[in-house]
């Protein structure tokens, strides 16, 4: 699944990387393929449509979830975006059809019959116990209302948009270094400091042991994903 700039948040990764001479290697999974959850230090799940994400829902399940359970269970990071978080929950339901996920998360999605939650978002997110507060800018666009469980924690408070449900004041999920949420547009080149949290988390580093970048442009992108959101 990749129709909401996801191949953007993998090269931002690499590019990352590349700039502080780390290495990266980019394993694509496709379908019947299996999933090696010891292989890797971090692992991604894109959006998609409907149809898309029937399809992928079926494959994770017999070819992937074992692999994501152990991944998770290890500490790597697991980061899902928009149909990719759906997916990370128990089910996502339609209509009178079920899609199951593969449960890294207790959270149910359910396709809503009212508008769709569409538009520029911002949340606020604390990654790290005792850090301050980071915002969190992107883009929205989902039918479906993502309820989590009692013992779930979002992965941030809605400053601006809609988050999960339109109404709750949350948005996304984060257990351990399992992520999941709607932010899309890119998300990580909106949000660099993000995208630099992932791969310290990945490589069992602090964050302040990655070598600094110029990070202008960057800035810039987020200051314009804020402000579009009304920050």
């Not at 850090?131 to 779930?152: I, S």
């Amino acid at each position: 699944m990749n129709i909401y700039a996801d191949r953007g948040n993998l090269l931002m990764l690499e590019r990352r990387c590349a700039w502080r001479g780390l290495d990266f290697k980019l394993t694509a999974s496709g379908l019947g393929e299996p999933l090696d959850g010891t292989a890797h230090d971090l692992f991604y799940l894109g959006g998609g449509q409907d149809r898309d994400q029937r399809l992928c829902a079926e494959d994770l399940l017999a070819h992937k979830r074992e692999g994501l359970h152990i991944a998770a269970r290890r500490g790597a990071v697991v980061l899902g975006v928009c149909g990719g978080y759906q997916l990370l929950g128990s089910s996502y339901v339609l209509g009178s059809e079920e899609i199951p996920g593969v449960g890294l998360v207790d959270v149910r999605t359910v396709r809503h019959e009212g508008p769709r939650l569409i538009g520029n978002v911002a949340i606020e997110v604390e990654l790290d116990p005792g850090t301050p507060a980071r915002v969190l800018a992107g883009f929205e666009n989902h039918g479906g209302r993502t309820h989590l469980g009692a013992d779930e924690r979002p992965l941030g408070r809605v400053l601006r948009g809609h988050g999960n449900d339109g109404h709750s004041g949350f948005e996304g999920v984060r257990r351990g270094n399992v992520i999941g949420t709607y932010l899309h547009g890119p998300l990580l080149p909106k949000n660099v400091w993000l995208a630099d949290w992932l791969i310290a988390t990945a490589l069992r580093i602090d964050i302040a042991a990655l070598a600094p970048l110029d990070d202008a442009f960057e800035d810039l992108a987020h200051v314009g994903a804020r402000r579009a959101a009304g920050l």
